[in-house]
């Protein structure tokens, strides 16, 4: 399924690896693992016991929640600012299943070695610590989106923290995962994407997403996408050290 490469092959592109030191990021390297992500790619169910730790490089991970009909409620993404399975007890699981909404890369730790260390390297430690903390905040911020704001609000949202995690303003994407993602229907999200495509701020063609005038778009949004991506902004806000002193 995924192809993994020492870690050597590849810069480590994901923000929390990059704000280490240069002692704690080379005691890591000989434990991280490059891999590809192929779009839609499950990294683990709900309930099933976590073996690896990812850290996406330019690839797109999804936390959805699986309903009992067979579809799926997304309650978080996390991009190369995070962190994808950290186990809260060795051996331990998660009520959520991971599955990449965009394709890419990523590097990865044996789930053991990644609670080892959690104990040995303070400044690894602090870093994860404030971002499981603004991951949980994007949680509760998810939640409250879905229940108050509108389809083009969401997407728009959804839309730009996607185009901020790749770098890009076009990536591949089709309407009926968007509407997985988004918890709507097919149509629904359609209907939504035609309005914002007429309005000039977004391009849909053959599976491919092109963000045309990202800060109209940001316009549209609601107030989640700026509160959600100011807290992940704060994870490297100060340096680790001074916190930690």
């Known amino acids: 399924m995924n192809t993994a490469t020492s870690a050597s092959a590849a810069p480590p592109d994901n923000r929390?690896?990059?704000?280490?030191?240069?002692?704690?990021?080379?005691?890591?390297?000989?434990?991280?693992?490059?891999?590809?992500?192929?779009?839609?790619?499950?990294?683990?169910?709900?309930?099933?016991?976590?073996?690896?730790?990812?850290?996406?490089?330019?690839?797109?991970?999804?936390?959805?929640?699986?309903?009992?009909?067979?579809?799926?409620?997304?309650?978080?993404?996390?991009?190369?600012?995070g962190v994808v399975g950290v186990p809260f007890v060795l051996g331990g699981s998660l009520a959520v299943r991971a599955i990449s909404q965009l394709g890419g890369h990523g590097l990865r730790m044996d789930a053991t070695a990644f609670?080892?260390?959690?104990?040995?390297?303070?400044?690894?430690?602090?870093l994860v610590r404030r971002y499981i903390q603004a991951l949980f905040g994007q949680i509760s911020q998810a939640a409250a989106c879905n229940r108050l704001h509108s389809n083009?609000?969401?997407?728009?949202?959804?839309?730009?923290?996607?185009?901020?995690?790749?770098?890009?303003d076009t990536f591949p994407i089709t309407h009926e995962f968007l509407g997985q993602m988004l918890g709507s229907r097919r149509a629904t999200v359609t209907l939504s994407a035609g309005l914002l495509q007429a309005a000039g701020l977004i391009r849909y063609?053959?599976?491919?997403?092109?963000?045309?005038?990202?800060a109209g778009l940001e316009g549209v949004s609601c107030?989640?996408?700026?509160?959600?991506?100011?807290?992940?902004?704060?994870?490297?806000e100060s340096p680790v050290a001074t916190a930690l002193t």
Not at 224 to 233: E, G, Q, S, T
């Open 16 to 81: 929390i690896l990059h704000a280490l030191p240069v002692d704690e990021r080379d005691h890591l390297a000989g434990l991280l693992h490059y891999f590809a992500l192929p779009t839609r790619t499950v990294l683990f169910e709900p309930d099933q016991v976590i073996r690896f730790v990812h850290f996406p490089v330019d690839g797109v991970i999804s936390l959805v929640t699986p309903l009992a009909d067979g579809g799926i409620v997304e309650v978080a993404t996390i991009g190369n600012e």
């Open 223 to 236: 107030e989640c996408y700026r509160v959600i991506k100011a807290a992940l902004d704060r994870v490297f």
């Open 115 to 126: 609670v080892a260390q959690l104990e040995h390297l303070p400044v690894f430690r602090e």
């Open 205 to 214: 063609q053959r599976g491919h997403m092109t963000i045309v005038d990202a």
């Open 152 to 168: 083009e609000e969401r997407l728009s949202r959804w839309l730009l923290m996607s185009r901020d995690r790749v770098a890009s």
